[in-house]
C-alpha cells in the first residue's frame, strides 16, 4: 500500500498563490501516476491535475490550466501542486492520490489517497 501526506494548505486572498506538497512512501512507484483532486462541501470529488512517474507527461482540468502546476520532486516520491492566481471557487479539500497506470479523470479509479488539506480562498 502507498502511504500519502499532503501538506501546504491554508488561507489565501484571491489572486494569490500556494504550493501544496504529497509526500508518498511504501511500494515502490516505478510506474506510479500522481494526482491531485478537490472536494469542495457537497460536490464530487474531482480531479485537477496528474502528472506520470518520469514527470514528463501532465494532465489538467480545463479549470486549472495555466494557473496551477504539477510537478515531482528529484527523488520522485513528492509532488507538488503550485496554485497561482487563485479564485475563491477553488476553495476544496485537495487531496493526493496514486494509481499503477495512466492518469484516468474519475475518483474511483485510484487507489491511493492522502488524507487532505484544506485550500480557503477568500474574496
Known amino acids: 500500500q502507498v502511504q500519502l501526506v499532503e501538506s501546504g494548505g491554508g488561507l489565501v486572498q484571491a489572486g494569490g498563490s500556494l504550493r501544496l506538497s504529497c509526500a508518498a512512501s511504501?511500494?515502490?512507484?516505478?510506474?506510479?501516476?500522481m494526482g491531485w483532486f478537490r472536494q469542495a462541501p457537497g460536490r464530487e470529488r474531482e480531479f485537477v491535475a496528474a502528472?506520470?512517474?518520469?514527470?514528463?507527461?501532465?494532465n489538467y482540468a480545463d479549470s486549472v490550466k495555466d494557473r496551477f502546476t504539477i510537478s515531482r520532486g528529484i527523488t520522485k516520491n513528492t509532488v507538488y501542486l503550485q496554485m497561482n492566481s487563485l479564485k475563491p471557487e477553488d476553495t476544496a479539500v485537495y487531496y493526493c492520490?496514486?494509481?499503477?497506470?495512466?492518469?484516468?479523470?474519475?475518483?474511483?479509479?485510484?487507489?491511493?489517497w492522502g488524507q487532505g488539506t484544506q485550500v480557503t480562498v477568500s474574496s
Open positions: 492520490a496514486a494509481r499503477d497506470g495512466p492518469p484516468l479523470l474519475f475518483a474511483r479509479f485510484w487507489a491511493d
Open positions: 502528472i506520470s512517474w518520469s514527470g514528463s507527461s501532465t
Open positions: 511504501g511500494r515502490t512507484f516505478s510506474s506510479y501516476t
